[in-house]
């Protein structure tokens, strides 16, 4: 591991440990996105982990930027989540950007000074992303005016700039689409109210509604044609960012039972002593190496043909881990596994959540099938053994 990695690694430990930990459980209750937190992870170098030095970023591969979610997501995985999304956006903008988007905004995105989110999912369509109304007009100056709505939008009303995927026509399909920042004072960008979830509550999240909403040619980060394409990259690494922070939350859950089961005294012994709790920590141990190997392969994966797949079986296989581990690090508290202080509630709903977010376990496994009868159709035929088919 290169020493700008361990560096970054570090300060990502730090920060969970001093910044998070300790404040999320204030954070959920009062609902208010932890924007000082947000800056010094900023200030720290979290908020532009893939974009160049140039504009202030740390300039790492994804395979070595997406290890700070495993970090982040010990603490919180909404958090890690909220900065991962932030991150994929300042990549695309810094990577994809006119120079003049470039020129205003790089540099505040990636000191975490602005926040960024991105906006493809709408009130009518999460999974099946091409179904979507949002559409811009492309004005004889160049401007493109907006009009639409999204829903499910992180960050909703805190963000600076939100990184919008619209189509350009009435025709169906997604050969029109592209994106476009929208900073988030443009006249006519407005939210709804917020959405009550049971957990996570200091992630704002709302619907976006976008009334004649005129942006610059400027801000156009994909253009008409690669909307949908380039979405589907920053999914791709949205996806294993989740799958890295879901191994942190296993972590953070698997030492907590272990911290608890060690002195709870039964049986002339003690909880940890039993072969039965030894065997359910155990399996969750194992299914996190496995985890971890396999995002960290999917991360050095992204950006080859082979990115999609991998990046659909870390999503698939790791968050339904982590859901397995909170419910059975909860489990070996017995009842003080549902007490607040230990967490553990809160890492089963987050697991849950993650499972959903950024495509769906179920959309996956869509992935995987696509790739799997892809390679059925390179194999030969099996020869059919005598006997069979012999009518
Ligand atoms: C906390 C949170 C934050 C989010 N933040 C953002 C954000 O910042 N920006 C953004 O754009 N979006 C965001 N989303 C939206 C998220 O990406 C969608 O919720 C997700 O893609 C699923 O879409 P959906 O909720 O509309 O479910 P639907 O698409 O309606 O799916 C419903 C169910 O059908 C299943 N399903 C769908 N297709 C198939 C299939 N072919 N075969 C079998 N089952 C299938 C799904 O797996 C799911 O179980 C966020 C969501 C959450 C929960």
């Keep these: 591991m290169s020493t700008e990695i361990e560096k970054i690694l570090n300060v990502a430990r730090e920060h969970a440990a001093t910044e998070v930990a300790p404040n999320v459980d204030d954070w959920n209750q009062s609902g208010v996105w932890p ?3 947000s800056d010094k992870a900023g200030a720290a170098g979290l908020t532009g982990l893939y974009a160049p030095k140039e504009y202030g970023g740390q300039g790492l591969s994804l395979g070595d930027g997406i290890r700070v979610y495993e970090e982040l997501g010990t603490a919180d995985g909404a958090y890690a989540f909220a900065l991962s999304m932030h991150n994929i956006c300042t990549f695309a903008g810094c990577g994809y950007g006119t120079e003049a988007f470039k020129e205003q905004w790089a540099r505040d995105l990636t000191s975490g000074r602005k926040l960024a989110n991105f906006a493809l999912t709408e009130p009518q369509s999460g999974s099946d992303a091409t179904n979507m109304y949002s559409r811009a007009v492309i004005n004889s100056d160049g401007t493109w005016t907006i009009n639409g709505a999204k829903a499910w939008v992180s960050l909703a009303g805190e963000a600076d700039i939100y990184f919008t995927v619209v189509k350009t026509t009435d025709q ?45 040619e400027d801000n156009i980060i994909l253009p008409i044609g690669q909307g949908l394409q380039g979405s589907l990259m920053a999914i791709d690494i949205a996806r294993v960012s989740i799958a890295s922070g879901c191994c942190g939350l296993m972590q953070a859950a698997l030492d907590t039972a272990l911290s608890y089961s060690k002195n709870r005294k039964m049986f002339g012994g003690k909880n940890l002593d039993l072969d039965g709790i030894q065997w359910m920590l155990g399996d969750v141990a194992t299914e996190l190496e496995a985890s971890r190997l396999l995002y960290r392969a999917a991360a050095n994966a992204l950006g080859t043909p082979e990115g999609p797949v991998m990046a659909a079986h870390a999503k698939r296989f790791v968050p339904d881990a982590a859901v397995k581990a909170a419910n059975t690090c909860t489990q070996v508290l017995g009842g003080m596994g549902l007490l607040k202080p230990y967490g553990l509630d809160r890492l089963s709903r987050l697991s849950q959540m993650l499972r959903i977010v950024d495509g769906t376990t179920e959309i996956s496994r869509v992935v995987i099938g696509r790739s799997l009868a892809k390679r059925a159709k390179t194999l030969p035929d099996l020869p059919v053994p005598k006997g069979f088919g012999e009518t």
């Design 35 to 37: 924007r000082a937190a």
């Design 172 to 216: 169906p399909g997604h050969q029109d689409m592209a994106m476009i920042a929208i900073p988030a004072d443009a006249p006519g960008l407005s939210f709804g109210p917020r959405y009550e979830t049971p957990s996570y509550n200091f992630l704002p999240l709302s619907e976006m509604y976008m009334k004649d909403v005129v942006v610059s």
